[in-house]
């Protein structure tokens, strides 16, 4: 696909590979991303790194410092920028305190829901608490410096669970949302850090049109008009829409984006056909999202044999968009 000029950032977000897949994963880099110019690759890490400052806190495959240091060694080698992400605010867990993995399984206080046995969808950290603040800030400066990251995806998508327990219930939830977020972008700023997180909540999603998933409709996004604008905005619409009017929204309100499409290949040209069209100058690339099993997507794209069955397609459709989009 022909992107216009000064879209210079190539993208892929994709799930941090398993311990023992990590040499496939370096394979893919020098085989797969570099051929095919890809430049900012966003590894979604989440808890899965064997922190020291926190170790109750690590989930499941904890990636080691050594596993990280291979991964940026091949993508330094071939000019890709390496960006670490956790999520830090929604998408803690599952539905069920019986989930609990990550900061919550270390620090289950830290539960925005206390109350509550069962939630909609993921639980939510406390944006209010302080002693939480201070402990992603150590998970977030940890993993930051063990990938010698100059951009932080710091996630905060999809978050339901807001304003939901005793000291937050009080506040608006754009207050608590753009507070927390502000707090993360200044201690990654004070390392000279960017900060990278995803646009949904930043977007009416009755006036766009896109819903309570791919925009909020819990009032969070009356929090943009307050955010550093230095924060570089993954606006992700996976949909087949009329128009993608969060285009025009972040470019008003003064912030640089990455487009984001996920599977479908038709959804994703239509995305960045309407993006092209209406681009007043902030857009810095495309960033396709994969959400998918990592070895078998790479597996896919380096047409390696697997006999292996997966709980879903969607590496399928995600390797054919890549393929529309960047080979
Ligand atoms: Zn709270």
Known sequence: ?????????????????????????????????????INTLVLLTRYRYAFETHPECR???????????????ACDENGIELIPKMNLLGHQSGKTKASFDGLL?????????PDDEEVEYCRSLCPSDPECLKVVLDLVGEMADAFGAKTFHIGCDEVFEIAKCPRCRDKSTAELFGGWVRAIHDFLASKGIRTMMWGDRLLDGTATGYGRWEASQNGTEAAIADLPKDILICDWHYENMAAYPSVEVFAEAG????????RYKDNAVKFIEYAKAHDGGSIRGVMETTWCDPAALIKVLLEIPDEKEYSSDNYKFVAETYRTLFM
């Open 59 to 73: 989930a499941n495959d904890p990636l080691s410092k050594s596993d990280v240091a291979a991964i940026k060694a």
């Open 255 to 262: 912030f640089d984006t990455v487009l984001c499409p996920w």
């Open 1 to 37: 696909m022909i992107y216009p000029s000064a879209w210079s950032l190539r993208g892929l977000c994709i799930t941090a590979p398993k311990p023992e897949d990590v040499d496939l994963f370096v394979r893919f880099v020098r085989e797969r991303l570099a051929a095919d110019g």
């Open 105 to 113: 399984k270390g620090f289950p206080q830290f539960d925005e829901t």
